[in-house]
């Protein structure tokens, strides 16, 4: 059954997580901090967009069966944003 699987971030983990996600049949989404990786990611077939941790999260990152936080920061207050957000 696919599945809309929403991930904030698309680097090392989160790219090749999203393929197999991909390749399995599921919706899957990616952010990036960078506009011009995410028209690469989206050449590249996936539904991408900008996003960076401290702002507000669009709804439709949020709507979906998954939601997969894939980011590194050091940025505390901007994490907890974001948690606060998701809540």
């Excluded at 539904?47 to 980011?71: M, R, T, W």
Aim: aromatic share 4%; proline share 1%.
């Amino acid at each position: 059954m696919s599945k809309r699987i929403n991930i904030i971030g698309s680097g090392w983990l989160a790219l090749p997580l999203a393929k197999k996600l991909d390749e399995a049949g599921n919706q899957v989404l990616l952010t990036s901090t960078n506009s011009n990786k995410v028209k690469t990611l989206q050449h590249q077939g996936f539904n991408a967009v900008e996003y960076l941790l401290g702002n507000n999260v669009d709804q439709q990152l949020l709507e979906c069966d998954v939601l997969i936080i894939a980011i590194t920061s050091k940025d505390v207050a901007a994490y907890q944003s974001l948690m606060s957000q998701i809540n």
